[in-house]
């Protein structure tokens, strides 16, 4: 079977590092997602506006590769342990696909007639292609019972943001939410504790650098 590419998200995130770890961790987060051509027709959207999530199925586009493993090392995990692949949400996996729930804000007809979506919470990046688009269904989707796994035990991770006066005034005030609660789920991997090393990534067009101490994440510099 062959599958293309729907539509594709334009999002803030250049890259694959600082992109949230999971759909929803980064509630203000904005994004859009644009049809394909031979997919933009309104019907096709027709009655989407009455849902307030959806689940995106996507490709991995950064991951791709000719070989799997049936084991993979969750970054949660320190990097270390092994875990087989089906049990982890891992871009590494034999059909690379991705599976998000994203709050749908708004359904847009543009001025072709062209349906676009606007949501929040993605954990995508920019240019990502979107295989398919499904209502949410709190009746069938939602289990407040279910177990979670190894991650359970290791769902406890965060850091406190400090962004000083004089750097948050650069910071678009449409964006300063987000990016703070992206920040929040600390980009790094999981193994790195170095608290010397100055990382950085790009949002939204800003070039964001940060160092992390202790349980404290400090924003150094935005361009």
Known sequence: MEIFPIAHIHSAFASKFGVPR??????????TIIFEEEYAVAEAVRGLE???????????SEAVR?????????PRLGGNTR???FATRSPFRPNFLGLSS???????????GHPILHILGADLMDGTPIYDIKPYLTTTDCHPEANDGFVAMHDKYGVEVVIPDDIAKKIPAADLTS???????????????DSQRVYGFI????EVK????GNILTVVSIN
């Open 66 to 74: 000719n070989s799997w493993s049936p084991t993979v090392r969750p």
């Open 179 to 193: 990016l703070q609660e992206v920040l929040s789920q600390d980009p790094r991997p999981a193994y790195h504790n």
């Open 22 to 31: 999971q759909s929803g961790l980064a509630p203000s987060t904005r994004a």
């Open 102 to 112: 994203v709050k749908l804000e708004r359904v847009e007809i543009d001025s072709h």
């Open 50 to 60: 009455s849902f307030s999530h959806i689940w995106l199925v996507w490709e991995f």
């Open 203 to 206: 949002y939204n067009q800003l």
């Open 83 to 85: 875990l087989g692949v």
């Open 210 to 213: 940060f160092q992390v101490v």
